[in-house]
């Protein structure tokens, strides 16, 4: 049985799988924002189930979270109130020019441009939301890793977890598509409730750092942060005063960067 998305369309079991009791992100986030002198008014885009959007709201930023999932934005204003939640496609959006002082764009949601002009219509979009001297904050993995590393594919991953009464356990398997440069994930679930095998599929765009640098420059950023850590997702994650490193070696990526000032 294939299965477009199992998480996405079940919040709930999303953030069962995957917790973030410390709301680890949305304080990197927030980190990175106050760091930079961000302005008050904050896109989540790819905010998913709300969490990280409501944590940028309960410290004082007036917050748009956006998604393209009407289940995760349902999910989003009954769980996770305070933001205000519309639906939106990352590929190419419109909420309003130079409406938000920062956009956010946190666990790889910009890798789901597959394609470049995908990328052009996101970096685009960003570009046309934020005002002067807005920041764009993203974290997502990292292309450079899996240039001749390969720990961490073609080989099935397995996580078990429990969910109001019921055992459901994933098999994950990486595989690189080269060409495309795309890095492909299939999921299969099974749990002990009697329901169907799910196996889902879905794709990340691998960026390389110099990549992403350009791509920013091109699209009017002048990117401040370019690093492999730490973060939210890191080993070992952010903590409160760590500052980034300078290096692009890990698996994960890390971007802070401002709408550029105009040249005369």
């Excluded at 079940?10 to 990175?32: I, T, V």
């Excluded at 995760?72 to 939106?88: E, K, Q, T």
């Excluded at 046309?128 to 993203?138: E, I, Q």
């Excluded at 890990?250 to 709408?259: F, G, K, M, Q, S």
């Amino acid at each position: 049985m294939t299965h477009a998305n199992l998480l996405t369309d079940n919040p709930e079991l999303y953030e069962a799988r995957f917790p973030d009791p410390e709301r680890l992100a949305g304080r990197w986030a927030e980190d990175c924002l106050r760091r930079h002198g961000a302005g008050p008014r904050v896109l989540d885009l790819g905010c998913g189930t709300g969490r990280d959007a409501a944590h940028l709201h309960t410290v004082g930023r007036t917050v748009t979270g956006a998604d393209l999932s009407e289940t995760m934005l349902a999910h989003a204003r009954v769980r996770h109130p305070g933001p205000a939640y519309v639906r939106a496609d990352l590929h190419g959006f419109d909420l309003g020019r130079a409406a938000f002082d920062a956009v956010v764009c946190l666990d790889s949601s910009p890798l789901y441009c597959h394609t470049n002009a995908q990328l052009d219509g996101f970096l685009s979009s960003c570009r046309r939301a934020l005002a002067p001297d807005g920041l764009l904050v993203a974290e997502m993995r990292n292309g450079a890793y899996f240039l001749g590393r390969t720990d961490l594919l073609d080989t099935p991953t397995v996580h078990g977890f429990t969910w109001q009464g019921t055992a459901y356990r994933s098999t994950t398997t990486l595989t690189v598509d080269r060409t495309a440069q795309l890095l492909r994930r299939t999921r299969v679930w099974t749990s002990d409730d009697g329901a169907a095998r799910v196996e889902q599929r879905s794709a990340w765009r691998l960026l390389f750092p110099q990549e992403l640098r350009h791509l920013l420059t091109a699209h009017g950023f002048e990117v401040l942060e370019l690093h492999d850590g730490p973060g939210p997702r890191t080993e070992p994650p952010w903590r409160e005063g760590r500052l980034p490193g300078d290096t692009a070696d890990a698996d994960r990526l890390h971007v802070v960067a401002r709408v550029a000032s105009p040249t005369h």
